[in-house]
């Protein structure tokens, strides 16, 4: 048994608690790492804001880490101690009739096919207080110490600079895929990205490598729009601006709307506006954030009928245990800049300023 620190929520709404918590020894084919650095993505205050009912509490929260590997369960061929490894929110069994789909990222053996928060032999590694306390995701990338299954762990290059990587764990890899794999942006076209918070500002990384030659920008925050113009966009628009509806705005801009429109803020009137503001025939629409679980989406069905496409994104569309490694080579050679990302580095001590910084927009 490990004793060591965690960020803990243990309920809704409450601030998290950053305790000595035990992490278990490894049963068959589970990894522990040792977590060196984590980002703090939108998901993660989701989860604390309650928007996830099946999920238990106390949790330790945090899927966008990067660490370690400490040791090894009974059967672990992939990884070994000393290993770089990044967890894998969305895991990669590599068996299943998804993970043998080229064209599917999803594994049907995560944990999202059955909304849980334990392990998938339905049981947690930690504790604290001598009470059971979940798992986020199966990586939990809170803790200093934290167990994966195999089939969510990737080893990542040696050289790799884990306080810089970790976003590639979530957010980094969720918009500049959604970009690259779920729409498969086209030289010359336009597309217009719905929030530019850590998400958003990857996606339009990823249409500006894929050749769009309009990007537009749209968020309430005038220091995101900024910062997306710095990442490739080449219009910043506020719908705050506007009197009309963003999706009118949109369509003056571009005469027939955009080729491809991403939503990355998780709201369900912006989903609406982004389908809304594709091209009425061959737009498409790439649906990134996230909504609470039971909410609805109403929009006019004519949107579709005319001949768009609506579509979701997880994880970017990346198999991850294939892809999240090259992407990581691809970072150590310089193909794109995610460090622009990082806006402040704090201890593990205060990730409730963490949260803070990502809830007032900064
Ligand atoms: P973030 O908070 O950093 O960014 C959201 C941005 O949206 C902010 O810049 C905010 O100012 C802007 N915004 C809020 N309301 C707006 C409005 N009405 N109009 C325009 N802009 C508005 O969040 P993030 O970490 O980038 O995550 C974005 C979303 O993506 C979240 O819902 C998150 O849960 C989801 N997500 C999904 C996946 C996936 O695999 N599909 C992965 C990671 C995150
Ligand atoms: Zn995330
Ligand atoms: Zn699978």
């Not at 278990?24 to 928007?51: N, Q, W, Y």
């Not at 101690?81 to 299943?96: R, S, T």
């Not at 969510?152 to 306080?163: F, G, R, S, W």
Request: glycine share 10%; net charge neutral; with cysteine.
């Amino acid at each position: 048994v490990i004793r060591c620190r965690a960020a803990v929520a243990w309920a809704v709404g409450k601030p998290l608690s950053v305790e000595e918590v035990e992490v278990a020894p490894l049963k068959a084919g589970e990894v522990r790492v040792k977590i060196v650095a984590t980002g703090i993505c939108r998901t993660d205050d989701h989860l604390l804001e309650g928007s996830f009912p099946n999920m238990g509490f106390p949790v330790i929260p945090g899927h966008e880490g990067a660490g370690i590997v400490e040791s090894i369960g009974e059967g672990v061929t992939s990884v070994k101690p000393g290993d770089k490894v990044i967890p894998l929110c969305l895991p990669q069994c590599g068996e299943c009739s998804f993970c043998l789909n080229p064209e599917s990222n999803y594994c049907l053996k995560c944990h999202l096919s059955e909304s849980q928060s334990l392990l998938p032999d339905k049981t947690s590694r930690f504790t604290c207080r001598g009470k059971q306390v979940h798992h986020f995701l199966w990586v939990s990338t809170f803790a200093e110490y934290t167990v994966i299954p195999e089939c969510a762990v990737a080893k990542i290059d040696a050289a790799a600079p884990l306080d810089k990587v970790c976003l590639l764990g979530c957010g980094f890899s969720t918009g500049y895929g959604a970009a690259i794999n779920t729409a498969q942006v086209k030289p010359g076209s336009t597309c217009a990205v719905f929030g530019v918070g850590g998400v958003g500002l990857s996606a339009v990384m990823g249409c500006k490598v894929a050749g769009a030659s309009r990007i537009i920008a749209i968020d309430i925050n005038k220091d995101k729009l900024a910062k997306a113009k710095e990442l490739g966009a080449t219009d910043c628009i506020n719908p705050r601006d506007f009197k009309k509806p963003i999706q009118e705005v949109l369509t003056e801009m571009t005469g027939h709307g955009v080729d491809y429109s991403f939503e990355a803020i998780g709201h369900a009137e912006t989903m609406a506006a982004a389908l809304a503001s594709c091209n009425m025939n061959t737009g498409v629409c790439v649906m990134i954030g996230e909504l609470a679980a039971g909410s609805l989406i109403s929009i006019d069905p004519m949107l579709l009928l005319t001949g768009r496409t609506w579509k979701g994104s997880v994880l970017g569309g990346w198999k991850t245990r294939d892809c999240i490694p090259k992407l990581v080579s691809s970072y150590l050679e310089k193909k794109f800049n995610s460090d622009l990302l990082i806006t402040h580095t704090l201890p593990i001590a205060k990730v409730n300023e963490g949260f803070e910084l990502l809830r007032a927009g900064k």
